[in-house]
């Protein structure tokens, strides 16, 4: 069974950094995507940024392009948001998304972390 560990939310100052980690664990056959995506209250979950597996592409929504980095560890299946120039807006719990094929089966499966908060104010 595949899950997605999350890591790395914390309470920030605006203009701050912080890193996130997601964890990818399980008999896995391949991994398609993983990526981010926030939820902020009494808003709909948006995607951050996402990063394909093999060719290294991403892709960031507009608000966060230029402050927000993605990046890959192929050897622990983990990816990294590396956030910085933090503004309250960012406030929001972080979910961890993953497309990948489980070693058990040939299908595709979207699978979800539990979510990590992250919180930026002064």
């Known amino acids: 069974q595949v899950q997605l560990v999350e890591s790395g939310g914390d309470l920030v100052q605006p203009g701050g950094s912080l890193r996130l980690s997601c964890a990818a664990s399980?008999?896995?056959?391949?991994?398609?995507?993983m990526g981010w995506y926030r939820q902020a209250p009494g808003k709909q979950r948006e995607l951050v940024a996402r990063?394909?597996?093999?060719?290294?592409?991403?892709n960031a929504a507009d608000s966060v392009k230029g402050r927000f980095n993605i990046s890959r560890d192929n050897a622990k299946n983990t990816v990294y948001l590396q956030m910085n120039s933090l503004k309250p807006e960012d406030t929001a719990v972080y979910y961890c998304?993953?497309?990948?094929?489980?070693?058990?089966?040939?299908?595709?499966?979207?699978?979800w972390g539990q979510g990590t908060q992250v919180t930026v104010s002064s």
């Open positions: 399980g008999t896995i056959l391949r991994i398609y995507t």
């Open positions: 990063i394909n597996w093999s060719s290294s592409l991403t």
């Open positions: 998304n993953g497309e990948i094929i489980p070693s058990e089966t040939r299908f595709k499966f979207t699978y």
